[in-house]
Structures are given as structure tokens and as C-alpha cells.
């Protein structure tokens, strides 16, 4: 049941990402100001409430949780780009199915059901994004395992290192996508091409990550049984 969810929500995630330049391109800067400050004002709002129901906690810096101001910053950013002109920089169009996968890794779901996930995502992103089929079902598999290898649930608790953790891995994945193309592709401009995408392309996968967490915590929770003991019952 898990895991269907989770597949449930990939491929929701997918089909948004897909269309995710149709979104952007038409919002007018004006917009996007104004959901940044909305942004900040329900953030600094719930940062508020925090502090008033536990006066111990630490100050407001470190009470802050940035959910809403960091994809409402990137989307900012992506619209001053459309406007100004600015076609030098890569435009930040986040991997909205990455963080799922790293979700899934750092809280150490079975490695069969797991992987089983990122490839069907993996599959779908290569069909969708018209990739060579089997870039992103290799890379988001590997970055699967990888993550859950790195046994860093606890550190991906916090809203920045979330954050950081999906950053990193982006970066990772990004990496190991132009390197494959590199090696297998049949045109050597398209990872040169690419190249330049690399940051702006972590930097949004980065800033969207806390909320996507927040779907897959949701998830997580309403399906029930932790995800070791699914793993024991299936040894």
C-alpha cells in the first residue's frame, strides 16, 4: 500500500514537473513578488506560533522553517529571468519526483520496494522528458541506494538539512546524468550543453524539497507500519 502511494505520488509529481514551463512562463513578475511575500509572511507567521508555544525553543533564526519562502524565492528568480532576458542562466526548474526518492532512502525503506519505485519513476521521467531511455531509471535507482546507504535519517529531520541532503543529491544525479551522456550519448554537445543547468537545477529541487517531504511524511505516516518492519516481513 506504501509504496503504491508513493508511486501514486511520483508520477502525480511527474506529470506537474512536466508542465512546468507552461505554469512559469506566464506569471507576471508582479505575481511573483507577491507570492513571496505571502510566502514570507505565512513562514515568519508559523515561526510566531512556535516560539510562543514553547518559549524555550531556540530564537528566530533557528525556529525559522523557510517551506514557502524558498519555492516562492526560485519562482521569483525564474520570473525575472523570463523577463529580463537573461538566457546565459540556466532557468530553475526543480526535479519535483528527486526528493520522494531520497525520502524513501533516508528513512530506509526495503531496498527492493524502494528501488522498484525509482525505477518505475525513472522509466516514466525518461519516457516524459523524452531522455534516452534508461538515463534516469539507472540514475534515480543509484541515487536511491546511495542515499540509503548514507544513513542520514535523522539529519534530514530539519528543514535545512533537508534542504542541504536534497541539494547534494541533486548535484549527485545531475553529475552522473551528464557523465552517462558523456559516455553513451550519441552528440557530444548535449552535456556541454547541460552543463550550465547543474546548480540552477539543484538550487529549485533544493528549495521545493521541504514541502514535497512534507507530502511524503504525510504518506508515511498514513500508510501505516514503519518501513523496518515492512522490511523484516519480507525476510
Known amino acids: 500500500m506504501r509504496n503504491v502511494a508513493f508511486l501514486a505520488l511520483g508520477l502525480g509529481l511527474l506529470m506537474l514537473q512536466a508542465n512546468v514551463f507552461r505554469?512559469?512562463?506566464?506569471?507576471?513578475?508582479?505575481?511573483?513578488?507577491?507570492?513571496?511575500?505571502?510566502?514570507?509572511?505565512?513562514?515568519?507567521?508559523?515561526?510566531?506560533?512556535?516560539m510562543r508555544g514553547a518559549p524555550g525553543r531556540p530564537g528566530?533564526?533557528?525556529?525559522?522553517?523557510?517551506?514557502?519562502?524558498?519555492?516562492?524565492?526560485?519562482?521569483?528568480?525564474?520570473?525575472?529571468?523570463?523577463?529580463?532576458?537573461?538566457t546565459?542562466?540556466?532557468?530553475?526548474?526543480?526535479?519535483?519526483v528527486l526528493p520522494i526518492i531520497l525520502f524513501m532512502g533516508v528513512h530506509e525503506y526495503s531496498l527492493a520496494r524502494g528501488a522498484a519505485?525509482?525505477?518505475?519513476?525513472?522509466?516514466a521521467t525518461d519516457v516524459i522528458g523524452i531522455a534516452p531511455v534508461g538515463l534516469y531509471t539507472f540514475t534515480y535507482v543509484a541515487t536511491f541506494v546511495l542515499a540509503r546507504a548514507a544513513?542520514?535519517?535523522?539529519?534530514?529531520?530539519?528543514t535545512w538539512m533537508q534542504v542541504l541532503l536534497v541539494g547534494a543529491f541533486a548535484v549527485l544525479q545531475?553529475?552522473?546524468?551528464?557523465?552517462?551522456?558523456?559516455?553513451?550519448?550519441?552528440?557530444a554537445w548535449v552535456p556541454r550543453s547541460l552543463y550550465p543547468l547543474t546548480l540552477p537545477h539543484a538550487v529549485a529541487t533544493a528549495a521545493v524539497a521541504p514541502i514535497v517531504f512534507r507530502f511524503a511524511q504525510a504518506?508515511?505516516?498514513?500508510?501505516?507500519?514503519?518501513?523496518r518492519a515492512e522490511a523484516g516481513a519480507m525476510s
Open 117 to 123: 519505485v525509482a525505477f518505475v519513476l525513472g522509466y
Open 23 to 50: 505554469a512559469l512562463d506566464g506569471i507576471p513578475v508582479a505575481v511573483a513578488v507577491a507570492v513571496w511575500i505571502a510566502a514570507l509572511g505565512l513562514d515568519a507567521a508559523s515561526m510566531i506560533r512556535q
Open 60 to 86: 528566530a533564526i533557528a525556529a525559522f522553517r523557510p517551506d514557502l519562502v524558498l519555492p516562492a524565492t526560485v519562482l521569483l528568480g525564474y520570473t525575472l529571468l523570463v523577463a529580463f532576458g537573461h
Open 174 to 187: 545531475s553529475t552522473m546524468v551528464l557523465v552517462l551522456l558523456a559516455i553513451f550519448g550519441r552528440d
Open 151 to 158: 544513513g542520514v535519517r535523522l539529519a534530514a529531520q530539519t
Open 88 to 96: 546565459r542562466v540556466g532557468r530553475p526548474i526543480p526535479a519535483l
Open 219 to 227: 504518506l508515511h505516516v498514513a500508510t501505516g507500519n514503519s518501513p
